[in-house]
């Protein structure tokens, strides 16, 4: 399996900006690859995923404000976070294979990384 190692996060006031980093061990160009979150005391949450064509989907709290993005020479996913709210408080995880099932949503197969914590003060 691809390992990853999350880094960018740490501590911004609300409105401020953050871009997160996944690198992977390996070539990531045919997988799909997606960024999720886990706040404590709550279940790790899908924030967005980009396909190995290059098409991007969003969780709606955060349409409009992130943007997911890959360089497959370099073997990184990047997550930009702009407009940052303190309810996007959260140790967050990338994970390079997520598949597509039957009914359209994606479920993740990658390894994890050790994540990277974003704190958002008000």
């Known amino acids: 399996q691809v390992q990853v190692v999350e880094s960018g996060g740490g501590l911004v006031q609300a409105g401020g900006s953050l871009r997160l980093s996944c690198a992977a061990s390996r070539s990531i160009f045919s997988l799909n690859v997606g960024w999720y979150r886990q706040a404590p005391g709550k279940q790790r949450e899908l924030v967005a995923l980009?396909?190995?064509?290059?098409?991007?989907n969003y969780a709606d709290f955060v349409k409009g404000r992130f943007t997911i993005s890959r360089d497959n020479a370099k073997n990184t996913v990047y997550l930009q976070m702009n407009s940052l709210e303190p309810e996007d408080t959260a140790v967050y995880y990338c994970?390079?294979?997520?598949?597509?099932?039957?009914?359209?949503?994606?479920?993740?197969?990658?390894?994890w990384g050790q994540g990277t914590q974003v704190a958002v003060s008000s």
């Open positions: 994970n390079t294979d997520l598949r597509q099932g039957r009914s359209g949503t994606y479920s993740w197969y990658g390894s």
């Open positions: 980009i396909t190995s064509g290059g098409r991007r």
